[in-house]
């Protein structure tokens, strides 16, 4: 089973029509069930540490080869 990663998808409160994406991997292999029970604690970790943007939606997913780690 591959690592998962939560993806988050975050615009700037200042500016919404500003958004990016941001990934977060799991250390340890886990399913998109888990993950999806776990996110929360690091969504709100992640809003605390960064109050200038506004969290849009999330997902739970395995990555593509192309944004695997090495």
């Known amino acids: 089973m591959p690592i998962i990663q939560l993806v988050v ?3 700037l409160n200042t500016n919404p029509s500003v958004c990016s994406e941001e990934r977060f991997s799991f250390l340890e292999q ?3 069930q888990s993950c999806t029970m776990r996110a929360m604690p690091y969504l709100a970790q992640w809003a605390g540490e ?5 969290i849009k939606s999330w997902k739970c997913s395995y990555p593509k080869a192309d944004e695997q780690d090495a």
């Open 9 to 11: 998808a975050v615009c």
């Open 30 to 32: 886990t399913t998109p």
């Open 50 to 54: 960064h109050p200038q943007y506004k």
